[in-house]
């Protein structure tokens, strides 16, 4: 089974150009073009402006926050493959995690800042012990996919 969340990190890379341009084109309609008359609701163009790029900066920053990752999984062929990066405004680095199907011997899912935040831990075996790699932040992910990603490992975790 392959999958990823491209057209979930898309849409939000969409939502947020989106909102660059609407708050751009308030800036300029406001301050270059002088369309806007104020006092608007009883607020100034200041409070206005303070408040539109407050709320702009929240939402750029979301994903970040949130820990938002592309993530490819793939369990086709000998190898459990899971590729991700970060999703926010800067990407972060490339990274790919390959576990050999009778190498890998578990995850570990943890949840935090109330379900939010989702991140999976994978385990590889070893002749020395057991390889612990870095969380993979799985916060953008839908429920459904998720559970099929869940379940995929679940088919070759090691029952002792």
Same mark, same amino acid.
């Given at each position: 089974?392959?999958?990823?969340?491209?057209?979930?990190?898309?849409?939000?890379?969409?939502?947020?150009?989106?909102?660059?341009?609407?708050?751009?084109?308030?800036?300029?309609?406001?301050?270059?073009?002088?369309?806007?008359?104020?006092?608007?609701?009883?607020?100034?163009?200041?409070?206005?402006?303070?408040?539109?790029?407050?709320?702009?900066?929240?939402?750029?920053?979301?994903?970040?926050?949130?820990?938002? &990752?592309?993530?490819?999984?793939?369990?086709?062929?000998?190898?459990?493959?899971?590729?991700?990066?970060?999703?926010?405004?800067?990407?972060?680095?490339?990274?790919?995690?390959?576990?050999?199907?009778?190498?890998?011997?578990?995850?570990?899912?943890?949840?935090?800042?109330?379900?939010?935040?989702?991140?999976?831990?994978?385990?590889?075996?070893? &002749?020395?012990?057991?390889?612990?790699?870095?969380?993979?932040?799985?916060?953008?992910?839908?429920?459904?996919?998720?559970?099929?990603?869940?379940?995929?490992?679940?088919?070759?975790?090691?029952?002792?």
């Amino acid at each position: 089974m392959t999958f990823d969340n491209s057209k979930t990190i898309i849409s939000i890379r969409i939502k947020l150009f989106a909102a660059t341009v609407a708050l751009l084109t308030y800036i300029v309609l406001t301050y270059i073009a002088r369309m806007i008359h104020y006092p608007l609701l009883g607020m100034s163009d200041t409070t206005w402006t303070l408040l539109l790029v407050g709320l702009y900066l929240i939402y750029a920053f979301l994903p970040m926050i949130l820990n938002y &990752q592309y993530i490819y999984f793939s369990d086709d062929g000998e190898n459990i493959v899971l590729r991700y990066f970060t999703a926010g405004i800067a990407g972060g680095r490339k990274n790919s995690i390959e576990i050999n199907k009778t190498a890998f011997s578990g995850y570990k899912a943890e949840s935090r800042f109330f379900g939010m935040i989702q991140s999976l831990t994978l385990f590889q075996k070893f &002749q020395e012990g057991t390889a612990k790699y870095p969380p993979v932040y799985i916060s953008a992910l839908s429920k459904e996919e998720r559970s099929k990603l869940f379940r995929a490992l679940n088919r070759y975790t090691v029952r002792e």
